[in-house]
């Protein structure tokens, strides 16, 4: 190998750039040199992985949301996902992430709906102390249940829109002279 290649050109050599198709690199001597990756090369998964990947998949699933997760990880979506593109098992590891964020969604909701949560109620506190906070009230959200049973039994609470017509058509066709043509 060519002591003088550029760091990149050489860790393209070795396998370890995310973009193997083609790479171009400077020698020490100033002159550009390109090297075109066999398919072979271009296929084969990266041995390891970049540091930062465990930290983005982690944020991922959380957020589900891969800027966030990216910023998290301090790296630019573009690499996330050239290293998703170049890794298949970096993308079934995302793809899992993303169905770990979906669950705590899924949970969210159901809490939201099941469980409810607390909210303050206002009012006036007497004694012509002003007004403030006098309680709690318990609420749910009817449209987070209807959602959840639509999705866990959709056979039974799908949306059923269905149009019927009895009775008879009468149609009536007219046929002219064409008026364009005159």
């Known amino acids: 190998m060519d002591e003088a290649l550029s760091p990149l ?3 393209c050599r070795a396998g370890n750039a995310l973009d193997r198709r083609l790479v171009a690199g400077q020698r020490g001597d ?10 072979a090369e271009q296929n084969r998964t990266p ?14 699933s959380e957020s589900g949301n891969v800027r966030l997760a990216c910023e998290a990880a301090g790296i630019g979506r573009t690499v996330v996902y050239d290293l998703r593109a170049a890794d298949p098992t970096f993308a079934d590891d995302w793809e ?5 964020a979906a669950d705590l969604l899924e949970e969210e909701a159901r809490r939201r709906a099941h469980d409810g949560w607390e909210e303050p ?10 007004s403030g906070e006098i309680g ?3 609420k749910y959200s009817d449209t987070l249940l209807i959602f959840l049973l639509k999705g866990a039994k959709p056979e039974k609470y799908r949306e059923r829109n269905q149009t019927e017509h009895t009775g008879a058509v009468t149609l009536k066709v007219e046929y002219g002279t064409d008026r364009s043509s005159s």
């Open 30 to 39: 100033g002159s550009v040199v390109e090297i075109e990756m066999s398919d």
């Open 47 to 60: 041995k390891k992985r970049p540091r930062w990947a465990k930290g983005f998949l982690a944020a991922l």
């Open 9 to 11: 050109v050489r860790a």
């Open 96 to 100: 899992s992430a993303q169905d770990e």
């Open 136 to 138: 709690t009230v318990r």
């Open 121 to 130: 109620v206002f009012g006036s506190l007497g004694n012509n102390r002003g």
